[in-house]
């Protein structure tokens, strides 16, 4: 059943990148894609400090998507950047909390609500498949070293964090 999903969610997947546009800053086909993992995470039934991995990462792209949008648009304001990602974390964490998703006794690792330990894991993975890719690139003469360069690091190392993580609760 798990490989049929897998099979049909694969699919798709090569379908929609055979659309896609060039990429931006935190481009939307980033936040498709790693939204997908997410979405996959879940409709496979995988552990919430797993697939909440993928929920900290893309709020992370959903806020830096947002500041360079504001920013290109100019209409910045003061302390912008804080406002946005604690708007994006707070419209998704909070609900969570307030319907027992977030602090249930049961659902801990380390002693941390497994949602808010991966999220924060999500959040720093996905930032640091960012760094990579410009420090890549400026290795490169300010070029990816390859097409969709940013989009395949993140969802690579995402998808490998994900692995980690799931077998380290198993």
């Not at 900290?56 to 504001?70: E, N, Q, V």
Request: aromatic letters at 16%; proline letters at 2%.
């Amino acid at each position: 059943m798990q490989l049929n999903k897998i099979s049909i969610f694969s699919f798709l997947s090569f379908l929609f990148l055979g659309t896609a546009s060039a990429a931006k800053a935190v481009c939307p086909l980033c936040v498709v894609a790693v939204g997908a993992g997410l979405g996959l995470s879940r409709w496979l039934g995988v552990d919430d400090a797993v697939s909440s991995i993928w929920i900290g990462a893309i709020l992370a792209s959903l806020s830096i998507w947002t500041i360079t949008w504001l920013v290109k648009k100019g209409w910045g304001f003061k302390y912008q950047k804080s406002v946005i990602w604690i708007a994006y974390y707070g419209l998704v964490l909070v609900p969570l909390y307030y319907s027992d998703i977030i602090g249930h006794p049961l659902n801990k690792i380390f002693g941390i609500d497994k949602i808010i330990f991966g999220s924060a894991l999500g959040t720093a993975v996905f930032l640091a498949s960012l760094w990579l890719h410009n420090f890549l690139k400026a290795k490169n003469q300010g070029k990816s070293f390859f097409p969709y360069q940013r989009i395949v690091l993140s969802v690579v190392i995402l998808f490998f964090a994900s692995l980690i993580s799931y077998f380290l609760i198993k």
